[in-house]
C-alpha cells in the first residue's frame, strides 16, 4: 500500500541577517512615562557619562542621534530628581525636534525602543522606564557600523584602560599635542590649549615639547583624538 504524501509546511520567513527585533516600550496610563535610574553593581564602575566624549564618538553612530539626545535627558531629568520623575511624553517629543506622534512607528517611539533594544534601558513596571546613568563600553560587535577611523580610535582606547591614569592622561596629552603641531601651531600655543582641556601643567609642558622636536606641520588635527 502506498503511503500518503506528505506535504511540509511552508518555510517561515527569515529575519534579515543584523536586523534587530524592536524592544516593547512600556505602555504608560496617559502621557508621562516615569524614569528611574538603573542601578547596575556590574556595569556601573566601567560605564561613563551619557554626555561623555566617549558616548558622542562611539555609541552615538550606533544608536543614533535621537536616541542619544534621549539618554542626555533622561540623565538631565535624574540627576535633577534623583528618586525619578515624570516625564511628559509628547512635550519631550517636540523639545527634541521628533514631533508629537506617540504611535508605535513614530520617531519618539522609536528612540525609546532603540534605548532598550541596546540595554541602555529597561522597561521596570507599568508605565516606567529604568535607565542607565553610567554607559558601558561599546559592545564589539557593534564597532563594524562605525567608521574605520573611529574603529582604530576605539582599539587605542581599549588598550590605554589597562594602563594606569597617569599613563593614560600623558598619552592623551601627546596624541593632542602632536595633532596640533602637525596642523602647524607652535609650542606655546600647544601647551596653551592643552591646559585649557584640564591636563596638568607638567603634562602639557612635556607633551608640547616632545612633539615640536619630532612633527612637521602636515595635516589638521583628527576629531576623535580626544576619546
Same mark, same amino acid.
Given at each position: ?7 511540509p ?5 527569515l529575519?534579515p541577517?543584523?536586523a ?38 562611539y555609541?552615538?553612530g ?5 536616541? $542619544?539626545?534621549? *539618554?542626555? =535627558?533622561?540623565?538631565?531629568?535624574? !540627576? ?8 511628559? /511624553? %509628547?512635550?519631550?517629543?517636540r523639545?527634541?525636534g ?8 513614530s ?8 534605548l532598550? $533594544?541596546?540595554? *541602555?534601558? =529597561?522597561?521596570?513596571?507599568?508605565? !516606567?522606564?529604568a ?6 563600553? /561599546? %559592545? ?11 574603529q582604530?580610535?576605539h582599539?587605542?582606547?581599549?588598550a ?5 591614569e597617569?599613563?593614560?592622561?600623558? =598619552?592623551r596629552?601627546?596624541?593632542?599635542a602632536?595633532?596640533?603641531a ?11 590649549r592643552?591646559?585649557e ?9 612635556k607633551a608640547?615639547a ?8 602636515a ?9
Amino acid at each position: 500500500m502506498q503511503s500518503p504524501t506528505v506535504i511540509p509546511p511552508p518555510p517561515r520567513p527569515l529575519r534579515p541577517v543584523g536586523a534587530r527585533v524592536e524592544a516593547a516600550v512600556p505602555a504608560p496610563d496617559g502621557p508621562s512615562l516615569h524614569i528611574v535610574e538603573w542601578v547596575d553593581p556590574v556595569a556601573d564602575p566601567h560605564g561613563m557619562h551619557p554626555c561623555s566624549r566617549y558616548v558622542e564618538l562611539y555609541w552615538l553612530g550606533v544608536i543614533g542621534p535621537s536616541t $542619544t539626545w534621549l *539618554l542626555r =535627558r533622561l540623565t538631565y531629568g535624574l !540627576e535633577v530628581h534623583g528618586d525619578g520623575f515624570d516625564l511628559h /511624553l %509628547p512635550e519631550t517629543a517636540r523639545s527634541l525636534g521628533l514631533g508629537d506622534k506617540m504611535g508605535k512607528n513614530s520617531p519618539f517611539r522609536r528612540a525609546l525602543a532603540r534605548l532598550i $533594544t541596546f540595554e *541602555l534601558a =529597561r522597561p521596570h513596571g507599568p508605565g !516606567e522606564l529604568a535607565v542607565r546613568q553610567h554607559i558601558p563600553p /561599546l %559592545p564589539l560587535r557593534h564597532l563594524s557600523r562605525l567608521p574605520d577611523s573611529l574603529q582604530r580610535s576605539h582599539r587605542r582606547w581599549l588598550a590605554e584602560q589597562a594602563l594606569s591614569e597617569p599613563e593614560q592622561m600623558r =598619552r592623551r596629552a601627546r596624541r593632542l599635542a602632536s595633532g596640533l603641531a602637525e596642523a602647524g601651531h607652535d609650542r606655546a600655543t600647544i601647551e596653551r590649549r592643552l591646559g585649557e582641556w584640564r591636563f596638568h601643567p607638567a603634562v602639557a609642558f612635556k607633551a608640547a615639547a616632545e612633539v615640536c622636536a619630532t612633527v612637521s606641520p602636515a595635516s589638521p588635527v583628527s576629531p576623535d583624538d580626544g576619546a
